[in-house]
Nanobody, 115 residues
Framework: QVHLVESGGGLVQVGGSLRLSCAASGNVASINVMGWYRQAPGKQREMVAS???????KYADSVKGRFTISRDNAKTTVYLQMNSLKPEDTAVYYC?????????WGQGTQVTVSS
């Protein structure tokens, strides 16, 4: 498995932007998928965006056109650029990194969008 360190959350006004980062260390050579999930109070955790080793990306319908997932060339850090933020984007955002045999979660970072 890998150890994940997230950063970049915070408080932002409606329409603002934030960029989340998640750095992986450890068994990074076996990473297959890197992604972001979020969990709002009283709701289930949901997938926000993911990127697989070949570069294919996937987004939740609710964030398409506003969020962009990317990673560094070493494929050890994944980013989530969030633009045009809405109050419904308020949640704890979790980084998730997985191989074919394991999955690791970050500690979570709070994103709050105020109106």
């Amino acid at each position: 498995q890998v150890h994940l360190v997230e950063s970049g959350g915070g408080l932002v006004q409606v329409g603002g932007s934030l960029r989340l980062s998640c750095a992986a260390s450890g068994n990074v050579a076996s990473i297959n998928v890197m992604g972001w999930y979020r969990q709002a109070p009283g709701k289930q955790r949901e997938m926000v965006a993911s990127i697989i080793s070949g570069g294919t990306v996937k987004y939740a319908d609710s964030v398409k056109g506003r969020f962009t997932i990317s990673r560094d060339n070493a494929k050890t850090t994944v980013y989530l650029q969030m633009n045009s933020l809405k109050p419904e984007d308020t949640a704890v955002y979790y980084c998730n990194v997985s191989s074919v045999t394991w999955a690791s979660w970050g500690q979570g970072t709070q994103v709050t969008v105020s109106s």
